[in-house]
C-alpha cells in the first residue's frame, strides 16, 4: 500500500539526498510542508502523523456553533503539498543518537511498528 510505498522511498539506498522527517500535523509542521518542495529542494521528506489533516484551531469555535462549516477549517496534509509523502502512524520514541525513530503506524490492526531512520 501506501505505506509500503513511503517507507521504499524513504530507505532507498541509492538516493543520497539528506532527509528530513516532520512529525505531527500541527502549525509548525503544516507550516513547513506548505513551502518545502521535496522535489526541488535536495531533501527527502516524510511527514509522520497520527491525523492527516491540519485543523485550523482558531476558528473551531466558529464552526460549532455554525458559523462556518467544519471543512473549512480543515486541510488534509496531502492536498497541503502533493510532493511530500505522508505515513498515517504515531511516534512513539525518538532515539536523537542513533538518529531513529520508533513509529506505530496506523493500518487496520493497529500492530505494524517500523524505525525509521532520521538522518543519512
Known amino acids: 500500500g501506501n505505506n509500503n510505498n513511503c517507507l521504499t522511498q524513504w530507505n532507498d539506498p541509492l538516493d543520497k539526498r539528506p532527509r528530513v522527517l516532520v512529525i505531527g500535523s500541527g502549525w509548525g509542521s503544516h507550516a513547513l510542508i506548505k513551502i518545502i518542495d521535496s522535489l526541488d529542494t535536495g531533501y527527502r521528506v516524510l511527514c509522520i502523523s497520527p491525523m492527516n489533516y491540519f485543523l485550523f484551531t482558531p476558528m473551531l469555535a466558529s ?53 525509521l531512520e532520521s538522518q543519512s
Open 63 to 115: 464552526s460549532s456553533v455554525g458559523t462556518i462549516e467544519f471543512r473549512s477549517i480543515v486541510e488534509p496534509i496531502r492536498d497541503a503539498n502533493p510532493t511530500v509523502p505522508f505515513l498515517e502512524g504515531t511516534v512513539l520514541d525518538i532515539h536523537p543518537m542513533e538518529r531513529l525513530v520508533d513509529v506505530q503506524l496506523s493500518n487496520s490492526d493497529g500492530s505494524s511498528k517500523s524505525q
